[in-house]
DNA sequence: GACCAGGCACATC
DNA sequence: GATGTGCATGGT
C-alpha cells in the first residue's frame, strides 16, 4: 500500500473504531483559541479548569480578556500551568487580535491561509502547533496539526522518523490528503484520542490499539 | 516520588 | 545550527 493509501485506511479505521470526535472541545472560535494556547505541554482536564475559571467570570471574549489585570488573569488559568509564561501569551495573541481583527477573531479570515499563518506564527509564544489549531479549529482553514501525539504515532508505524521537523511530519499528511477541512479536522482529533489512550509515551498498549493491525 | 501531559522561547556552545 | 533548560499544575 502506498503512503498515500495507508494514511487515509488508517483514518477510516480509527474512525469506524471511535465514531466521529466533534472537535475542537470548546463552545466558540475564542474560546478554542485561548484553549490551544493553555494546552500547549499541558494535560488537558487541567486546562478545562482554567477555561471553566475564565468562563465562570464572564471572560471568554477578546475584549473582556485584555481589559483583565494580568496577575488575575494567572490566578484564573493557575490551573492549567506554566501561567505566568501563558498569561504573557495569551495578552500577546489578544494584542495580535486588537490590532489585526479590531477585537473580532473571525475577522481574521480576510486573510488567506498563507498570509494568515505567518502572522500569527510572529505572536511571541504562539508555534507550529498552536496557530494550526487555532487556523483549522477556530477559523477552518485547511492546515494539519501536528503534536507530540502526531509524530509517535507516525514513528511507530514505520512512517517517520525520530527527530523529524515540525513541517517535515506535516506535509506527510498535507502532499497525500484531500483538501479538505472536516478531513483535517477530524484525522487529528482521531490520532489525539488513539494517542491518549493508547500511543503512550513510556507503553504503548498497542494489542488493543484500533491501528494494530498496521504495525508491522 | 518519578513520570507524563494536545509547546515554545531563549541561552549557550 | 544543534542542544539544553525554564516554565508549573494535577493525574497516574
Known amino acids: 500500500m502506498g503512503q498515500a493509501d495507508k494514511l487515509i485506511s488508517m483514518y477510516d479505521t480509527m474512525l469506524d473504531a471511535l465514531g466521529p470526535s466533534h472537535w475542537w472541545p470548546g463552545d466558540t472560535p475564542f474560546e478554542i483559541a485561548i484553549g490551544a494556547i493553555l494546552t500547549q505541554n499541558t494535560n488537558w482536564k487541567n486546562v478545562e479548569k482554567a477555561i471553566t475559571n475564565l468562563k465562570n467570570n464572564g471572560l471568554l471574549s477578546a475584549k473582556a480578556m485584555y481589559a483583565l489585570d494580568p496577575s488575575e488573569m494567572a490566578e484564573l488559568i493557575r490551573p492549567a ?4 509564561i501563558k498569561t504573557k501569551r495569551i495578552r500577546n495573541f489578544l494584542e495580535f487580535i486588537k490590532v489585526e481583527a479590531g477585537f ?7 486573510y488567506s491561509l498563507n498570509d494568515l499563518r505567518p502572522k500569527i506564527l510572529r505572536v511571541n509564544g504562539i508555534g507550529p502547533e498552536t496557530a494550526d489549531s487555532i487556523l483549522l479549529y477556530a477559523l ?3 492546515t494539519f496539526v501536528v503534536d507530540a501525539y502526531t509524530g509517535r504515532m507516525m514513528n511507530r508505524h514505520g512512517l517517520s522518523y525520530e527527530g523529524i521537523d515540525y513541517h517535515e511530519l506535516q506535509a506527510l499528511f498535507m502532499d497525500v490528503l484531500p483538501e479538505d477541512v472536516a478531513l483535517y479536522n477530524e484525522y487529528h482529533a482521531l490520532i489525539v484520542r488513539v494517542g491518549k489512550d493508547w500511543c503512550k509515551k513510556s507503553k504503548g498498549l498497542c494489542e488493543t490499539c484500533p491501528l494494530q493491525s498496521y504495525l508491522d
Not at 500551568?81 to 505566568?84: E, P, Q, R, S, V
Open 81 to 84: 500551568g506554566y501561567y505566568n
Open 104 to 110: 473580532d477573531l473571525l475577522q481574521l479570515k480576510k
Open 140 to 142: 477552518d482553514f485547511t
